[in-house]
């Protein structure tokens, strides 16, 4: 018996083996082991456009290709394992690609003609195009509630429109990166990501839930993130996710402005190196704290809140915030993040909501831009809380839920200046702490409204 190819799939001849019994033998293979049927080529088949001309004929809208156009790629996905789904990737070159697409085809068992490496042609008269989150593909077409959108291109059809060269397979090569490195160029091809990880949070579960699309969170050494995509399908979904780090192979995908990565089996996991220690940059510390709040009866838009280190350390304030209840609120009104400063040792952090005004009052720059309705602007009746990034109330002006009007904690049109010898933060309003000027304080606040810039000192401890 000899098989052949067609251009619509395989037939048999038979020569002295009934043809009945070699389909019997056919039938009876029950792994996906055996030797590959392939799909006839076609030598004279060669590509006269590309991936980018082929994206540039979308105009917003799904569109059928009436150009002889045809497009050639090399197959980077695998359904072998289930984990893709009536979908071939394909990239523009077998190493270094800058684009990549995917044609949604009605065909199970896809690996066993197409295969990862092999050059395909695609004639893509025809065929749809469409964009969907951000994502390019070829196939067939569906129409839902009058829309129209690309989707498999029937069984009966892939072989009259995808076929593989002669040429034969190709050894793709993914690009190498870090998550950082990603870019839009990457989108729809064959990547190795280094040095990852499975978030702690991660630990413990399958690769996915049973019969349910699952991501996992992917992180690196410096607590990046990058998505992993599996099929709650795949032949691996009961498997839990390694403890070690590695590195990962897999088509990236793009979906609206997020990347995913997906596998094509488990060989393409290879996490073998002790996990990452835990990369530490989150500091907390009591010895930072408010050390003067301004609102300015001369000029509200000079207001300001500056805080104080006391230890002669430099101190990252990642995942620090500053919260405001504005007037009696028992709960958050605005909040300022701290992320990305750092304040030295012995030194202030000035937070402003009107840099322009500061600067022409004070004769200097603040350090934050903290913007108007923030902390840093508040009329001197709210309440203010400092808190490190674990959650933690390391100090506080004011009693959250107690409007601040004729209290011991008002500092309407004046200031309240943090006492020199005060060296650590209070999780609770100490006001002996404080020396406060205002309009209509309490007794043992100051009855004198303060004017800017002679009654204030920003910067200065």
Known sequence: MMVYF????????NKGIPLLMALAIFACVNNKDFEVLRPSCDATLTANTGFQELKEYYQGETVQIQEDWVIEGYVISSDREN??????????????????????????????????????????????????RNQYKIGGVFTSFGNVS??????????????????????VTPDVLTIPDVRDTNAGTLVQLEDLEFSMDELGRPFAEKEEETERILVDCEDNELVLLNSGFADFQSVLLPENRGSITGVLVKDGNDFKLVIRDLDDVDFKQERCEDFVDEFTANSI?????ADPDNNPDARFVEIYNSSTESLSLKGWQ???????????????????????????????????VFEQVYGFPPNVDAGTNSPADSNGDDNLVLVD?????????????????????????????????????????????????????????????????????????
């Open 389 to 461: 990034p674990f959650g933690k109330i390391i100090d506080t002006f004011g009693v959250p839920g107690e409007d601040g009007t004729g209290t011991v904690h008002e500092f309407e049109d004046g200031r309240a200046q943090r006492k020199l010898e005060v060296l650590q933060g209070s999780p609770v309003y100490q006001f002996s702490q404080w020396e406060i000027f205002n309009d209509s304080g309490d007794a043992g606040t100051i009855n004198l409204p303060q004017l800017a810039p002679g009654d204030f000192t920003p910067g200065i401890r």
């Open 83 to 132: 984990n893709f789904f009536n979908v071939l990737y394909f990239q523009n070159s077998p190493n270094n690609p800058n684009d990549g697409l995917q044609i949604e085809i009605d065909m199970r068992d896809s690996h066993l003609f197409y295969e990862v490496g092999d050059k395909i042609l695609i004639k893509l008269k025809g065929l749809y195009l469409g964009v969907s």
């Open 150 to 171: 690309v989707g498999r291109l029937p069984y009966n059809q892939v072989f009259e429109h995808v076929f593989v060269a002669c040429e034969g397979f190709t050894t």
């Open 322 to 356: 500053i919260l405001r209840y504005t007037n009696d609120s028992e709960t958050v009104s605005s909040s300022t993040d701290l992320s990305g400063y750092v304040i030295d040792g012995e030194s202030t952090l000035l937070l402003s909501p009107n840099p322009l």
């Open 6 to 13: 067609s251009n619509t799939g395989y037939r048999f001849i």
């Open 289 to 293: 704290f408010f050390s003067e709040l």
